[in-house]
């Protein structure tokens, strides 16, 4: 019973990120859902991310976090516009929040719109939000296994951005082995090498966005 509940649930679910998808279609935002774990870093990649593309495009982000808007004011200070969803427990966003959040970040009209999801390698990976595009952000703190351990998302994402370089000389991370795995998960993807601290990589992951936004026209 449990079984067929979950598959009513995701149908459900795959309903609604088919009309999300079909509404940002219509009011030309590219959409990119971000999944990593909790801490790896996707609200400091974000408020780079709004800085650097101020300007050339306006950027949303939808963020989902269990508790707290902290996460939403800081990218409201970085520039970005920013709508908060609290799940009160649920470790992933749903198409439904989706919808419910874009009604509010609408009038904004973004060009580049970004689900910052629930700090959750496994759940969010299942759950379709109409996005265009899934982003893995992999930090250097977390080791170079992830990708093994939690292959679902890798292996969906058109791209994983591996955080926090800067921070490869004092840890043990494994940057080619890191690498070769990701290669094997999806030759398809693109990786970018990252530091929201220091600046690292970030130009072509912006280029990569600004590549995205064009194909989508």
């Known amino acids: 019973m449990k079984v067929i509940i ?8 795959a309903d609604q990120a088919a009309q999300n998808r079909e509404l940002f279609r219509r009011r030309g935002a590219a959409v990119i859902n971000i999944i990593s774990s909790p801490g790896s870093g996707k609200t400091a990649l974000l408020e780079r991310t709004a800085k650097l593309m101020c300007g050339r495009f306006k950027t949303g982000v939808i963020v989902g976090d269990l508790y707290t808007d902290r ?5 409201k200070s970085a520039g970005a516009a920013a709508v908060q969803i609290n799940t009160d427990g649920l470790c992933h966003l749903t198409a439904g929040m989706v919808a419910r959040a874009f009604k509010e970040i609408e009038p904004e009209n973004p060009d580049l719109l970004f689900i910052e999801n629930v700090g959750n390698l496994v759940c969010p990976a ?3 939000l109409g996005e265009h595009v899934k982003v893995a952000l992999l930090s250097v703190a977390e080791g170079a296994d992830k990708p093994a351990k939690y292959p679902g998302i890798f292996r969906e994402a058109a791209v994983t951005v591996i955080s926090k370089a800067d921070l490869v000389p004092y840890t043990d991370f494994d940057l080619p082995s890191c690498l070769a795995e990701l290669q ?3 030759g398809k993807m693109e990786v ?4 929201a601290r220091t600046g690292e990589g970030l130009a072509k992951w912006c280029r990569w966005l600004d590549d995205l936004r064009q194909k989508l026209k």
């Open 6 to 13: 979950g598959k009513e649930l995701l149908c459900a679910n």
């Open 71 to 75: 996460d939403a004011r800081r990218l």
């Open 192 to 195: 970018f090498v990252t530091s």
């Open 126 to 128: 299942a759950f379709d």
């Open 184 to 186: 094997q998960l999806n």
